[in-house]
């Protein structure tokens, strides 16, 4: 979709204002505006800082997986991108389970579950975490998540295939470009007649992103463990993913 044909929508109400985003109402009922901010927290917003140019890398990323992920079939709530770090999108009621996706033992695998950080992972591992600060996000099972009346088992059973399909387009992208999607996180949310689509973002604060030679870190984890040239690696991300252009 594109708003290029006069129906590019205005800045209303701001709706939410979270760590890396603000969401904003439009002159246009089906329309929100999601703008990326350079600020950067971890460790449940214990960790603060600012990642100069992150905002404009992370829409213009998004953008380009979307995009991606829209030309495959997946459909996603993206519908323009209005300026370096702004895009349109389609109004959703996000469901309350981060879906993540794991291709490569990293982050918490290794911290409390016992792998070795780098290991492949055989199968791939999906995984719900609660979408909720105030509990830290915590590991959901799929009874957990019917109990808490989030989805239903047919929901959950497609949001798998979905979050599977969806790491297939996208390491196959990645490992083109010379990088390993280790794991990422996703957010999909409801359109009103029900139908669930991708939302939220896909970009270096929500990937990890390992160069396939070198091993290094093209990530937050820079941010995160204070690993240094932050701003470079968001950039790295920018140029290399501009193939899909
Ligand atoms: N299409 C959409 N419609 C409605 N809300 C959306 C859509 N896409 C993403 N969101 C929500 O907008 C917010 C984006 O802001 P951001 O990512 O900064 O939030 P966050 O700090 O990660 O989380 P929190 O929701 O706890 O504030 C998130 O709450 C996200 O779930
Ligand atoms: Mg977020």
């Not at 975490?129 to 996000?137: E, F, N, P, Q, V």
């Not at 969806?166 to 390993?180: D, M």
């Amino acid at each position: 979709m594109s708003e290029s044909n006069g129906t590019r929508p205005i800045k209303g109400e701001l709706l939410h204002e979270g760590k890396a985003k603000r969401v904003f109402k439009t002159d246009h009922s089906d329309r929100y505006i999601q703008e990326f901010k350079n600020d950067a927290t971890a460790f449940d917003g214990t960790k603060k800082g600012t990642i100069e140019g992150k905002g404009s890398v992370n829409c213009q990323v998004s953008t380009r997986m979307f995009r991606l992920l829209e030309s495959k079939g997946v459909k996603t709530h993206f519908v323009d991108i209005l300026s370096d770090n702004e895009m349109s999108i389609l109004p959703v009621k996000i469901i309350k389970v981060e879906v993540v996706v794991r291709n490569i033992a990293a982050g918490s695998l290794v911290k409390v579950r016992g792998f070795k950080e780098g290991t492949k992972l055989d199968p791939t591992i999906v995984e719900w975490y609660l979408k909720d600060d105030s509990l830290h996000d915590p590991l959901l099972n799929d009874d957990h998540i019917h109990a808490l009346g989030l989805a239903n088992s047919h929901e959950l059973a497609n949001l798998k295939k979905d979050a599977l399909k969806i790491n297939g387009i996208l390491s196959e992208f990645f490992a083109s470009i010379g990088i390993n999607l280790v794991d990422f996180k996703l957010e999909f949310g409801r359109r009103p007649d029900g139908k669930i689509i991708l939302a939220d973002e896909i970009s270096p604060d929500t990937c990890r992103l390992w160069d396939r030679e070198t091993g290094n870190k093209l990530d937050k984890d820079r941010f995160r463990f204070d690993l240094g040239n932050v701003e470079d690696a968001y950039q790295e991300i920018l140029k290399r993913t501009s193939a899909i252009r």
